[in-house]
């Protein structure tokens, strides 16, 4: 069973940045897999985000697009999401996910303030 595990969440101020990281924490064909973050905010659904195929295609919800990037590094096993300029309504939970499964890790709670 694959695990994922999130990191790098943490309160910050509006304008500010984060690093989040998310890194399969067993044996996993990482590079086969194209991932996605999501994240969910309070009393609203899941949303798509940011994705990453294995030969690092990117693609971002219009929200973001231009304050958040997306990385891989396939030798660790891990993805990342840098933030910048966050905004207030950058405030959720944030998870990554292999597309097209339903593994998911416990997610990292970001909380950008005004």
């Known amino acids: 069973q694959v695990q994922l595990v999130e990191s790098g969440g943490g309160l910050v101020q509006a304008g500010g940045s984060l690093r989040l990281t998310c890194t399969a924490a067993?044996?996993?064909?990482?590079?086969?897999?194209?991932m996605d973050w999501y994240r969910q905010a309070p009393g609203k659904q899941r949303e798509f985000v940011a994705r990453?195929?294995?030969?690092?295609?990117?693609r971002y919800a219009d929200s973001v697009k231009g304050r958040f990037t997306i990385s891989s590094d396939n030798a660790k096993a891990t993805v990342y999401l840098q933030m910048n300029s966050l905004k207030p309504e950058d405030t959720a939970v944030y998870y990554c996910?292999?597309?097209?499964?339903?593994?998911w890790g416990q997610g990292t709670q970001v909380t950008v303030s005004s």
């Open positions: 067993s044996s996993i064909t990482f590079s086969a897999y194209t």
């Open positions: 990453i195929t294995a030969s690092s295609s990117t």
């Open positions: 996910n292999p597309t097209g499964t339903t593994i």
